[in-house]
């Protein structure tokens, strides 16, 4: 079946020490995103990409850093996490035509020591 | 400016109907509505489109007000696998596609 699989699907790390979230489609689809959503709040985005074109939120932090080396492809990069960071982080993707659902990822559940 | 959902949160029982609120500060292309129980990602339930079809299942439907930017969910005949947090997710008119989500509501269905 075609999906949207993230990985880890837990992930624990320390404060300070860098993490990568990795996330894959196999539905062909030209728009990814990546979301944070922290407890009993909304997701949030932090950033998407259209194709390889990358669309920053203007308040996403700095410390947060996005990959998307082809189109099946997208990481996120937290460089210096911190206990705020704990969050679930949702990737997503959708069709490049406006007007489509999206599909998610089961997300990636991070937990900073 | 995130979208505002009403209520915050409501209980049902098996068979009653709801009906879940969204309202935009900004013009609207569209508006999603996704469903997603706790610990699992958000899924997708339907979406509305400016000037377009409504699309939906069959006992879960939804209206769209273009000029007073809202957007309403309805439930009818609720079950207990309905019970979850619906999030309604709003693309502004002239951005590029990128889903804005509500506040969220919290629904919970009992016997």
């Known amino acids: 079946d075609a999906m949207v699989i993230q990985n880890p699907r837990y992930q624990v790390t320390q404060f300070g020490k860098p993490v990568t979230l990795s996330c894959s489609q196999t539905l062909n689809h030209n728009v990814m995103y990546w979301y944070q959503q922290k407890s009993s709040q909304a997701p949030k985005l932090l950033f998407h990409y259209y194709d390889k074109d990358f669309n920053n939120e203007a308040d996403t932090p700095d410390n947060f850093q996005s990959r998307r080396p082809n189109t099946s492809f997208c990481f996120l990069d937290i460089r210096s996490p911190g206990l705020g960071d704990a969050a679930m982080y949702l990737c997503?993707?959708?069709?490049?035509?406006?007007?489509?659902?999206?599909?998610f990822g089961s997300g990636t559940r991070l937990t900073v020591v | 400016q995130q979208p505002v959902q009403s209520p915050q949160a409501v209980i049902l029982r098996e068979g009653e109907d709801a009906v879940i609120n969204c309202s935009s500060s900004?013009?609207?292309?569209?508006v999603h509505w996704y469903r997603q129980k706790h610990g699992e990602a958000p899924v997708f339930l339907m979406i509305l489109l400016k000037g377009g079809e409504q699309k939906g299942h069959e006992k879960i439907s939804a209206s769209f007000n273009e000029k007073k930017q809202q957007s309403s969910l309805y439930l009818t005949a609720s079950q207990l696998s309905y019970s979850g947090t619906y999030f309604c997710g709003t693309e502004s008119s002239g951005t590029a596609s990128k889903l804005t989500f509500g506040t969220g509501t919290r629904l919970q269905v009992t016997l």
């Open positions: 997503a993707t959708s069709r490049v035509d406006r007007g489509n659902g999206y599909t």
């Open positions: 900004k013009a609207l292309y569209s």
